[in-house]
């Protein structure tokens, strides 16, 4: 079923935007994923500039941050990972009273911490996998038989808080996850542990404009091995995308009921893009919610969003305007 698209449709020329319309674009930082963040904000910039906006762009990492942001009236994110989609760059905005796009600091925070957003989700109904916490003060081999133990191999081994499928290590063996919690353990993070369902990687975004949820047409990822790890997805050879995505009917609803849910549970606002496993024809299983996806011109967000009639500077356009959505005081 094609999403009918028009509503979302906005003249990026009618945004009002508050004092003198100075729009910064927040990017890079000091995440893992500051490579990824600095794609974004170079074509979210570009976007804005081309739609007639006044836009400069501002690396959080920057000395000179927070003299450059007293100087914007709109925070524009365009940025990914710890630091920046976790809430705490948000927290400051908030501070500031600089209007930004997207979910608030509760939603940013709940979102990336993974096991706190399972435990939401799944209260709200939406199936997850299997899972537990790793207690990283305890011997890497009693952990793993813990783990073996209680969780039917394979498993994935992962940062808590972390994003882009980064430091996740799959256990095939019963040896695996005490060398992968061994491996971790240097990098001071949180770490849990889940069940890895073989399946389709399917991911929908969802586009929020205070008064309806509208879901963009799914997209499909295959990976050409069997594990869509870190340099899979940063690796454009070495997966290839459907979108949209070939799924039973029953199945592909189900995805985009969950996607609802799970942006509805987690408190998010303006956009997001939930990740999933499809198996078995209709099985489905929410892995996590991003509150800040990636918004290169090539990405997940912006090919749904081009296979629902919304072309990229009309995507840029929308979530601009999800800084100017009256908020009121939110958590």
């Given amino acids: 079923m094609s999403l009918i698209i028009n509503p979302l449709l906005i003249d990026a020329q009618q945004l009002a935007l508050p004092g003198r319309g100075r729009i910064g674009v927040l990017t890079g930082g000091r995440s893992r994923e500051r490579a990824r963040s600095l794609l974004s904000g170079n074509t979210t910039l570009t976007a804005l500039r081309r739609l007639g906006l006044s836009a400069v762009m501002i690396d959080t990492k920057d000395p000179d941050f927070l003299d450059q942001l007293r100087e914007i009236d709109v925070a524009m994110l365009a940025i990914a990972g710890q630091y920046g989609e976790d809430g705490k760059l948000l927290g400051l905005l908030e501070h500031l009273d600089i209007p930004y796009t997207g979910s ?10 993974k096991t706190a957003a399972k435990t939401m989700v799944a209260a709200h109904g939406v199936t997850v996998l299997p899972g537990c916490g790793i207690d990283t003060e305890r011997p890497a081999d009693l952990v793993a038989k813990d783990l073996t133990e209680t969780l039917p191999l394979p498993i994935i081994v992962k940062p808590v808080s972390e994003g882009g499928s980064i430091d996740m290590r799959l256990s095939r063996t019963e040896d695996d996850p005490a060398a992968a919690v061994d491996e971790l353990r240097p990098t001071g993070q949180a770490l849990f542990a889940e069940r890895l369902r073989p399946g389709l990687s399917v991911t929908a975004g969802v586009l929020d404009d205070g008064e309806q949820l509208r879901v963009l047409p799914l997209l499909e990822t295959r990976p050409n091995g069997d594990f869509y790890d870190y340099p899979t997805k940063n690796n454009p050879a070495a997966f290839i995308n459907h ?6 009917e ?41 509150t800040l ?12 969003a081009n296979a629902a009639g919304l072309d990229y500077d009309a995507l840029i356009t929308f979530i601009l305007s999800t800084a100017l959505t009256p908020h009121g005081y939110r958590p």
């Fill in 293 to 304: 996806p990636g918004l290169s011109a090539a990405g997940n967000m912006a090919t749904m």
């Fill in 104 to 113: 608030g600091v509760l939603a940013s925070a709940l979102a990336m911490h």
């Fill in 250 to 290: 029953q199945a592909a609803e189900r995805v985009k009921q969950y996607a609802q849910t799970a942006h509805r549970a987690l408190g998010c606002d303006g956009y997001s893009r939930s990740d999933f496993v499809v198996a078995d024809g209709d099985q489905v299983w929410w892995l996590e919610t991003n």
């Fill in 243 to 248: 979108c949209p995505a070939d799924l039973p």
